[in-house]
């Protein structure tokens, strides 16, 4: 089962592809069409509302009056989160019984959650794919004056109390941008869903990892920020099993070429609780890869009080986890808290940050691993190995006079 979390403003054009998705295959499940559920006539929420709000937000025959409520509920912002105390619970069970629900009725189905407060609700991070349709204020604005009849002050009243744009970019893994036509955004969800979707579900149901093509290319200015989005969704699915979790490899070090990987190290107390992250890192849409050692690596030495730098071979093992998502390569190295590998991924990106000598002679070697064409990612880190040993020695003795500690 793959979970996609989709949201976007008010008047963004969200229901648009959401329909599209459902046209395509997908099994939406409409927050908005919940939030009516869940206060409807008869309703404990319609019950807690009226409690909190009064009898004016009714209508004649008893039903929700939802201009009256949300004049009221927008205008202020203690108002605005007694609202929500009230129907975000309603609406988090009833969503919870209706993906069980579709679970149990299909094999791998791609479960679409229509969320139009997910990234307000701090939700963003419990979805493996964060779709976000975003549009201009002004033209959101017009459309829904038009479209559905808002006044201008609703309008924007409304639009204001939602997310901006940064706050959305911040949580977006796919941006799709509806300041065109209906019809231009149906084609954005099309092209989405067989290029990323429908590749990303089916990688998840087979166990495979998203094909990574092992090609050297500039720093993106978007890595840290892709990063941090990963680090969030990692911490929500490993809670407490990870003693921390980092952005480690050569997209963790500012200027620096890289495979377009994000290398990411989740720091637990044992492999056996590395195994235990099986289930939770794959319903966040990364699969186990078989390597369970860091080879080579055993070479590392240090004095660094606290640290064990020993060349025992049984403390370099550690877990993958791949991404099974095209659209984000992403390796997740599991390993156990103070164990060599995890302290030296640490030490690496410090190391190399500090040493700008270092890090040239690194990017050559990357570079001339790179012209060699290896044929995956495997043997183009094994091209690098030499390097390593001795690379390895030099950073321990760099952490030794600096007194580096992980940050």
């Known amino acids: 089962m793959l979970r996609i979390g989709l949201t976007g403003g008010i008047g963004a054009g969200k229901s648009t592809v959401s329909a599209t998705f459902s046209d395509l295959g997908g099994i939406v499940v409409d927050g908005d069409v919940i939030a009516r559920e869940v206060v409807e006539p008869g309703t404990e929420g319609l019950a807690s509302l009226v409690d909190a709000f009064g009898e004016g ?147 998840l149901a087979v ?55 994000i290398d990411i190290q989740v720091t637990v107390d044992s492999l056996v609780t590395a195994d235990e992250l099986a289930g939770p890192l794959h319903a966040a849409g990364y699969v186990r890869t078989p390597i369970t050692e860091d080879v080579g690596k055993s070479d590392a030495r240090s004095t660094v009080p606290g640290f064990d730098h020993t060349g025992d071979r049984a403390l370099f093992g550690k877990r993958l986890y791949c991404s099974a998502d095209p659209g984000r390569p992403t390796h997740v190295h599991v390993r156990v808290a103070g164990w060599p590998g995890q302290q030296f991924a640490l030490l690496f990106v410090d190391w190399l940050t500090a040493s700008p000598a270092v890090r040239s ?31 390895y020695r030099r950073a321990w003795e760099w952490a030794d006079t600096t007194g580096w500690r992980p940050g």
């Open 57 to 203: 937000i009714l209508l004649p025959d008893g039903a929700l009056n939802r201009p009256a409520l949300a004049a009221i509920a927008f205008s202020d912002e203690q108002k605005r989160a007694t609202l929500n105390g009230i129907v975000h619970p309603l609406v988090g069970h009833r969503r919870s019984e209706l993906i069980e629900n579709a679970r149990a009725a299909a094999e791998n189905p791609v479960i679409i959650e229509d969320i139009p407060l997910l990234v307000e609700s701090g939700m963003a991070p419990m979805f493996p794919l964060v779709v976000i349709v975003h549009a201009d204020p002004e033209i959101r604005v017009k459309r829904l004056i038009e479209y559905r009849g808002f006044t201008e002050q609703d309008a924007r009243a409304r639009i204001a109390a939602q997310a901006d744009e940064a706050q959305r970019r911040a949580v977006a893994d796919v941006w799709l941008d509806n300041s065109g036509t209906a019809g231009e955004l149906v084609e954005q969800a099309h092209a989405l869903w067989h290029g990323r979707i429908q590749p990303f579900a089916h990688n």
């Open 207 to 261: 166990g495979r990892p998203a094909t990574v093509e092992p090609r050297l290319v500039a720093p993106d200015p978007q890595w840290p920020a892709e990063a941090r989005r990963i680090v969030a969704r990692l911490q929500t699915a490993c809670g407490h099993r990870a003693g921390r979790i980092d952005h480690i490899g050569s997209t963790a070090i500012a200027g620096m070429d890289a495979k377009d990987i």
């Open 361 to 391: 002679d690194y990017l050559a070697l990357k570079r001339r691993a790179a012209e060699a064409g290896h044929a995956d990612t495997g043997a183009y880190a094994h091209a690098k190995e030499p390097w390593f040993l001795d690379a």
